[in-house]
């Protein structure tokens, strides 16, 4: 894929002398949503914290934007436009909503053919998650799971990303939440945004999704369209029913 934004190749990783990653390659390009499927410990989230940085025992090629990230700090991927949502959150529950945007604050970026990529201010954010603007001055630690996932991927995207890495955004939150989840990533596609969405929830997978590789026990078992794997009840038995 020539337009690539995010291309890995070969990756592996390990905590401690366990192996959880098997030389995965895969990609996701420009203004694409690509879901990463399979069950619990399959290795999905493990995969976007490897391509963070975030995994020390880690080997194999992560390109970005057109530039190897492979080597770098967890820090530095970020600065380069390559936002992570992660599964268990991370808000600061002291902080105000508006706080918790302002600390993901990052300047304007540029798509590799000078393209202005997505500004995200508050107000926009407040437009594509009409909860967090009401209770702008609400505490983190005082608002449900579902609104901390909100204001997780809403202080993400205030770093004006390329490329979204996000982790189970289903997971555990109510059913209207899901479906204003769904919807925002449609709005983030339409604005050229890149994601790769770690999921079991196929019917979530569905709304959104372009594509999907599907893990097993850290290898990719089988990857095509998220059609194709609509089509194959055999697959969806195989590696995402429990």
Do not use: C
């Not at 997780?152 to 982790?167: E, H, K, S, W, Y």
Request: proline share 6%; net charge negative.
């Amino acid at each position: 894929m020539s337009n690539a934004m995010l291309s890995v190749e070969s990756l592996s990783a390990w905590y401690g002398a366990a192996r959880i990653l098997y030389d995965l390659s895969f990609e996701v390009g420009r203004g694409e949503v690509v879901a990463l499927m399979g069950r619990n410990g399959a290795g999905k989230s493990t995969t976007m914290k490897a391509i963070m940085g975030l995994i020390a025992q880690r080997q194999g090629k992560v390109v970005f934007n057109d530039a190897d990230i492979s080597k770098l700090e967890p820090y530095q991927i970020a600065r380069r436009g390559l936002g992570f949502t992660p599964e268990d959150r991370r808000i600061f529950s002291d902080l105000t909503v508006l706080e918790n945007l302002d600390i993901g604050r990052q300047p304007p970026r540029q798509f590799p053919d000078g393209a202005p990529a997505p500004l995200w201010t508050p107000e926009r954010l407040f437009a594509l998650f009409p909860n967090l603007a009401e209770m702008q001055d609400r505490p983190g630690g005082r608002m449900s799971g579902g609104e901390q996932q909100m204001l997780t991927v809403a202080r993400t995207l205030m770093g004006n990303p390329l490329l979204v890495l996000l982790d189970e955004p289903s997971e555990g939150v109510a059913p209207l939440i899901v479906e204003q989840m769904a919807n925002t990533i449609v709005e983030l596609k339409k604005e050229g945004l890149s994601i790769l969405l770690s999921e079991q929830n196929i019917h979530f997978a569905q709304l959104v999704s372009d594509r999907v590789y599907v893990l097993e026990k850290g290898q990719i078992q089988w990857h095509g369209t998220m059609a194709q794997l609509s089509a194959s009840p055999d697959i969806q038995r195989a590696y995402l029913t429990v």
